[in-house]
């Protein structure tokens, strides 16, 4: 058990839709990141966020997009969803003090399938 | 710190010990990582082990890390049929010192364990 939550856990959608995927942290996670993993790959880096503000992107175009509330939750939007874009979404948060600074926890995922 | 390579696929017996290795390519990485990830579950941390470390021991896992080869391995000793699930090895990306707490993974071991 993390302590980190995920929803929905799963969501099926159309191409061209827009979708929001939720998360809530552990309580003093400040840093929270998002993850796309396709069938049969390993996670690939979306973006982080620390203290409400993205301070990292990996390679994914600007309709993936983010947001971070001061209550530890955060939020993965992607507009004019793609075929490709079928996958498990894995946010982690870590805290930025104490000794575990760089441990990641992971949340259950939320599946979504475009259609 | 981009590229993470694993063998796809590892079957042992129950009671045996299963080695799982990892070969990655930024030698400025700081931690190594291994999670573990069940049918339709997100990552569970194992272990991982920080960069200056050769071996790293935790109950049935040990981590050995060899740093001129690049190269990381999982041993798990008396492997169960529980133990049977996708492994990841993943580094942290590091950016002038700094962690930034980007991970990047590999495609995952997947362990077979045979009663």
């Known amino acids: 058990e993390t302590g980190v939550t995920q929803s929905p856990t799963h969501l099926i959608k159309t191409r061209g839709q827009q979708v929001t995927l939720r998360c809530s942290s552990q309580?003093?996670?400040?840093?929270v990141s998002w993850y796309q993993q396709a069938l049969g790959q390993g996670p690939q880096f979306i973006f982080q966020?620390?203290?409400?503000?993205?301070?990292g992107r990996g390679n994914f175009p600007p309709r993936f997009s983010g947001l971070q509330f001061p209550n530890y939750s955060s939020e993965l939007n992607v507009n004019a969803l793609e075929l490709d874009d079928s996958a498990l979404y894995l946010c982690?948060?870590?805290?930025?003090?104490?000794?575990?600074?760089?441990?990641?926890?992971f949340g259950p995922g939320t599946r979504l399938t475009v259609l | 710190g981009e590229d993470v390579e694993q063998s796809l696929f590892l079957s042992v017996r129950e009671g045996d010990s299963s080695v799982i290795n990892c070969t990655y390519t930024?030698?400025?990485?700081?931690?190594l990582y291994w999670y573990k990830q069940e049918p339709g579950a997100g990552l569970q941390l194992l272990t991982y082990?920080?960069?200056?470390?050769d071996m790293k021991q935790d109950q049935r896992l040990t981590v050995l890390l060899n740093k001129k080869d690049k190269h990381l391995s999982l041993r798990i000793a008396d492997t169960q049929t529980g133990d049977s699930a996708i492994y990841f090895c993943?580094?942290?990306?590091?950016?002038?010192?700094?962690?930034?707490?980007?991970?990047?993974f590999g495609r995952g071991t997947q362990l077979t364990v045979w009663p």
């Open positions: 982690a948060s870590r805290s930025d003090s104490g000794t575990d600074t760089d441990t990641q926890y």
């Open positions: 309580s003093g996670h400040n840093t």
């Open positions: 966020y620390y203290r409400e503000e993205e301070n």
């Open positions: 930024d030698s400025s990485s700081t931690y």
């Open positions: 082990i920080f960069s200056n470390m």
């Open positions: 993943a580094e942290t990306y590091t950016d002038r010192g700094s962690t930034l707490g980007r991970l990047y």
